[in-house]
């Protein structure tokens, strides 16, 4: 696809997240019923969950790309493992922002070694680590190859990490959606839930597909530079 | 394939009477090592808590930052005149580089690690006696999937500007598993716990070796092709 396609698919994506945002953020302060044990503080839940869900799939992709690029040396899939990371990134530390704000009130603390905290925390530190990788060579094939290799172990490095800290006692609630018997949620808390997961899911598409853009821009002008040198 | 087991022996063998002959790196982690055990002796407060209930702890963090200072430096003195290229160079396979700079690394950072056991152990006056050989295969196993994670991500860093300080950054965050298990394990034993209460720890430890040992052999030849 033309920069100018990945542009226009970018800015559909990136549109339609934002309206469903307006939506979802309406639907989450005065649709959905109030949760009977929690209170007002869990609604948050219609951000965390969504944005936790996003940051997975981006770090998955960032991955899976990196693999698929140490294979096949293809410029594009470093530049989408690139996009993706970054944006499992960000979405990683909403989830790590919006996590304790609700942990205070409901378990009376910001902060604790919980699995799942704990997991998207080292994430976060892989993935940081991913980036002074990259931008700590002074050739960028090296960079692209060191930065593969960190986020592969990270993600190889993925069930050690959960099984190990699972040896702990786990305050986490239990999930209410993806279990064997179907989801236990009340069906407007699910609607909400599932808007959420769909907005997140664009808004991350479209940005994504912008960076991917830019990354593509930024390829094409450094050819150029260098082409009257040569 | 016994070509292949040479090859790894003959570049362990290189590497070995390096650190034999220079004693720089496990100089360094020795006394690293034993003075650790000083400090942390000093950060307890006897009154508040029981040094016995944190030593493994405190061995398990000793290993990791003396390992770091040590392993971090595996690729230091080849780069510094080249003599890496002529290592890659040469016809063996690059798992096999990686493999015998594990088995070198590994050599060295097991006998600081026995050395903060010992260290520790009189320092902290623990009674490891009974359950010794278990503690030593524990540490044997922590030993192996640090070093395994450390040599690789040693690679990636002495090719970037800006070399060791990179390296915490990038290993640190992997760690996690081997010091739940490892100090899981370690700790019940030297309170004369029975085996059979860490033997899912130990288990898990071994598999974590097993994959970052795993894992550095095939992804090694990526970070040092040019």
Known sequence: MSTAGVRRGATGFTLLGLAGLIGLFWMSFFWVSTEVNQGIV?????????????????????????????????EKLDRAAVCAAEGGLVFATIVLLTGPLWGKIAWGTYWNWEPRLTLTLLLWFVFV???????????????????????????????????????FRSLHPEPVVAKP????????????????????????LGLFLFRYALEGLRSEADLRARRPAS | MSAYFRQVCAIVKKDVLLEVRSRDRITAMGAFAVLAGVLFNFSIDTTTTRPQDVAAGLIWMTLIFGGLLGVGRTFHLEAQDGAFQGVLTSPVPKDAIFLAKVIANFTLLYAV????????????????GPNLPWIMVILALGSLGFVAL?????????????????????????????????????????????????????????????????????????????
């Open chain 2, 150 to 226: 450390a040599t690789l991500f040693a690679a990636v860093s002495t090719g970037t500007t800006m070399g060791e300080t990179l390296l915490p950054v990038l290993v640190f965050p992997l760690l996690v598993p081997m010091v739940v298990f490892g100090v899981g394990s370690t700790g019940r034993l030297m309170n004369g716990r029975p085996f059979d209460e860490v033997e899912g720890n130990v288990r898990m430890l071994g598999a974590f070796a097993f994959a970052a040992v795993a894992a550095g052999a095939v992804l090694f030849r990526y970070v040092v092709e040019d």
């Open chain 1, 181 to 204: 018997d179907g989801p236990t949620l009340p069906g407007d808390m699910l609607a909400t839930l599932m808007v959420g997961l769909g907005v997140f899911t664009l808004l991350f």
């Open chain 1, 129 to 167: 680590g991913y980036f002074m990788v990259r931008n700590a060579t002074e050739d960028p094939e090296k960079g692209k190859r060191f930065a593969a290799v960190v986020a592969i172990v990270g993600a190889i490095d993925i069930p050690f990490i959960h099984l190990s800290v699972i040896w």
């Open chain 1, 42 to 74: 869990q609604r948050i839940f219609y951000v965390h969950v969504p944005a936790a869900w996003t940051s997975f799939l981006a770090i998955g992709i960032a991955a899976l790309c990196s693999g698929v690029y140490l294979w096949l040396r293809d």
């Open chain 2, 113 to 128: 690690s026995l050395l903060v056991l010992g260290v520790f152990a009189l320092f902290f006056s623990l009674d490891i």
